[in-house]
């Protein structure tokens, strides 16, 4: 994703797992192991990586979105 402001290119990985401390240690492993194998992307270098933990819940009509800046 890019900002718009900026023009900077990030990395992003959302997960929306039941278990969200499980969710978040894979988003933040598969950004991280991504970022530093490929610090560009079609030669142009990516800035960081954020992961996004979506928990909902089926009964109701509720839900969170945690956003969070990995590197």
Known sequence: MRNKETGELFLFEFKWWKDTESATKCATQQIEDYFFQNPTYEG??????????????????????????VC
């Open 44 to 69: 142009e270098r990516i800035a960081g990586g954020y992961i996004g933990i979506l928990t909902l819940n089926p009964d109701s009509n509720a839900g969170s979105l945690k956003v969070k800046r």
